[in-house]
């Protein structure tokens, strides 16, 4: 029969369960099985904490509840970590995130509203013409990606009424 191993952890350190621990020492994470360290990361480094929280999980060393416990992190957080693990392998923790570019106003609508406005369009009647919709204009130039011309207080007046007396 054989003998059992004793959980023999450095003096220190938080337990995750019989066999695993960990330790945080001078800004570094420390995993330890048993009395062996096998590894270790930043105490900033999210990325390679959700890496060795998945393969931990992945390979039976640990449970999701016992690492959620031992860390304080959500359950719903580990098992985003353990799909991108079993989908991407370890790689995909260091992937630069997708990001989607401006699908609606591309630089040819872009250009096409920008000469509508300055030919004194409104805004929603731009966004009718190039069929987009007018929130998706109105953020465009609200951020500085397009702008729109100021109408005078003055501009619907005709030529007769182009001198205003005001009452005293």
Known sequence: MGQLQLPLFPDGTTEINT????????????YFYGHLPVFHHAVDDLRTFRLITSQLYVNGNATQSEICRAFG???ISVKRSVKLYREKGSCGFYEKPKRRGAVVLTPAVLAQALERLDDGLEPIEVAEQLSIKSDTLRKAIASGRLHQIKKSVYQGLNANNATCEHPK
């Open 19 to 30: 066999h695993l621990a960990f330790c945080c020492k001078d800004n570094q994470i420390t």
């Open 73 to 75: 992190v959500s359950t």
